[in-house]
């Protein structure tokens, strides 16, 4: 028998532009919304014409669940869409420690400015 040796891998997440923009992450929610709505109010018709026209005596509350459940989808693919496309901060650069001599403020707070020359 051939031993296989394993090593422990570390995948590093890539740069790139996510594929979703951030800012139409509420599109799913929103789009998914005016179905649910049409469903809701097609399920409050009177139940015997329900009935008749889906051949199912409990078409109303078929029509209601589906209704909640097409909602509930699309709020949880805008949820996940945001979740995904999320900007996450790069990671701090590791500055060396100030030595004896040296003063620790140059080092310690980074200098930000509002323009670049």
Partial sequence: MKRVRLENTVV???AHRPLLPHANWWQPGVYASGPAVLLWIAARL??????????APGAPALLNHVGDSVFVAGWVGSALWLWLTRQRPDAPAPQPEAGPGEAPDARSAPQHHASQP
């Fill in 12 to 14: 590093k997440r890539t």
């Fill in 46 to 55: 009177p139940a015997p014409l329900l009935a008749d026209a889906f051949n």
